[in-house]
């Protein structure tokens, strides 16, 4: 083998050595990248006890209400398969909306109610026209649109 | 055919890469000047609104291709500092070094027009998931690597270094790709991949699309005006590169 080669193939050989090493690290932290649990995880009892975290998921069409101070509002969080009720007092994102995603931080109540301290709106990946946006609306009236990244897919 | 006849290798040499590269400016500097002219004019005043989020989401058409050509830019680099390294050739680490502030330039454009819209969508400048985090972890490769090369005296050694710097750190282009499907991130996960139809109206696709190649030819221009910096900084020692830099003084003054 000809120097130049050797040395294209030591390049080559470092840098396979490099990507599994960093998918060993990743597969490892896997659990700490996650930047939010979702309501399947919170129903197993995967998420922290005793310090806060994040819930992700749709805000379920219909949950949504507020108390008479008009600061504290209730919602359902879901991923099509279990629910997590939220309440949270503040000021909501102008892109909460029922029927999209949001991501809460907060702790677990010991009623299994989800007490956020912040709440996010998680957008979505589809970028449409407000009259496609109808017209798809009309056309699945039931079926709820929504990002692939949020609910968890019937396998 | 004309172009088979042409001794390509003759360009690799900076003597004939200088004026090649500045004749071949102007047209990439005009081509993007034009495509991001246009590309922006679709954006702005072709595309429709957003049906969620009404005009805030224009801010795609300048960082989508943004973070796009900071990860594409950061491949190209390291492929031009490996190609150094394997064929201990010059003119490869010079390329690496013309590209990097350029790529660094895009990263940064990314994250701030990325703040500058998640405050009104989400309701936060930056969170820590792993999207952001990861191009932002591309900002400092980026940085290092310039830092590295400045920080070492002998341009032998500062080029291998920083060359292999630009190699271990392309592990993270594919970790910010795939960040969104791997785990669960605030950011949204790709509207526009090669595997799916895109998730997008077409006007608003094809705003995106000008302005990424807009963005790749101004990247062209500026990497080989950089290139031309460069040559002469690093030749000035020979004949060749005293009379050029003498002359760019003459021409300047």
């Keep these: ?155 | 055919m004309a172009l088979a006849q042409i001794n390509w290798f003759k360009y690799s040499s900076p003597q004939a890469f200088y004026p090649l590269a500045g004749r071949m400016i102007p047209w990439f500097a005009t081509i993007a000047a034009l495509l991001i002219g246009v590309g922006l004019y679709i954006g702005f005043f072709v595309a429709p609104t957003d049906f969620q989020q009404g005009q805030s989401y224009r801010i795609i058409f300048v960082h989508v291709p943004a973070a796009w050509m900071s990860m594409f830019l950061y491949v190209v680099m390291a492929i031009w500092a490996g190609l150094g390294l394997g064929l201990n050739a010059r003119p490869s680490f010079m390329m690496a070094q013309a590209i990097a502030p350029t790529g660094a330039l895009f990263t940064f454009l990314a994250l701030f027009t990325g703040a500058m819209w998640g405050k009104p969508t989400w309701g936060a400048w930056w969170v820590w998931d792993a999207r952001l985090t990861s191009e932002l972890i591309l900002l400092f490769l980026y940085a290092g690597v310039m830092l590295l090369r400045t920080s070492i005296d002998d341009p032998r050694r500062a080029d291998r270094a920083s060359a292999v710097f630009a190699l271990v750190g392309v592990v993270n282009v594919p970790i910010i790709y795939f960040s969104v499907r791997w785990w669960n991130t605030l950011h949204q996960g790709a509207s526009v991949s090669m595997t799916a139809a895109p998730k997008m109206a077409a006007t608003m696709l094809t705003a995106m699309l000008v302005m990424t190649l807009g963005f790749w030819m101004y990247s062209i221009a500026v990497t080989l005006a950089r290139m031309r910096c460069v040559i002469l900084e690093r030749e000035r020692r020979s004949s060749w590169g005293m009379h050029h830099s003498h002359r760019e003084a003459v021409e300047v003054h």
């Design chain 1, 1 to 155: 083998m000809k120097p130049r080669q050797k040395r294209f193939v030591l390049i080559g050989l470092g840098l396979v050595a490099l990507a599994v090493a960093a998918a060993l690290v990743l597969n490892a932290f896997q659990s700490n990248l996650v930047f939010f649990f979702t309501p399947t995880q919170v129903a197993n009892g995967e998420v922290p006890h005793s310090r806060s975290f994040r819930i992700g998921g749709m805000v379920e069409t219909g949950s949504l209400t507020r108390e008479g101070d008009g600061l504290t509002v209730h919602f359902i969080v879901t991923d099509m398969a279990k629910r997590v009720p939220v309440t949270f007092k503040g000021i909501l994102p102008d892109l909460f909306k029922e029927g999209k995603g949001a991501v809460a931080q907060g702790q677990l109540g010991a009623d299994g109610t989800f007490l956020a301290s912040e709440v996010l709106a998680k957008h979505d990946e589809n970028y449409m026209p407000p009259e496609a946006a109808e017209a798809l609306a009309r056309a699945k009236a039931a079926g709820a649109q929504s990002s692939n990244t949020l609910v968890i897919k019937p396998q």
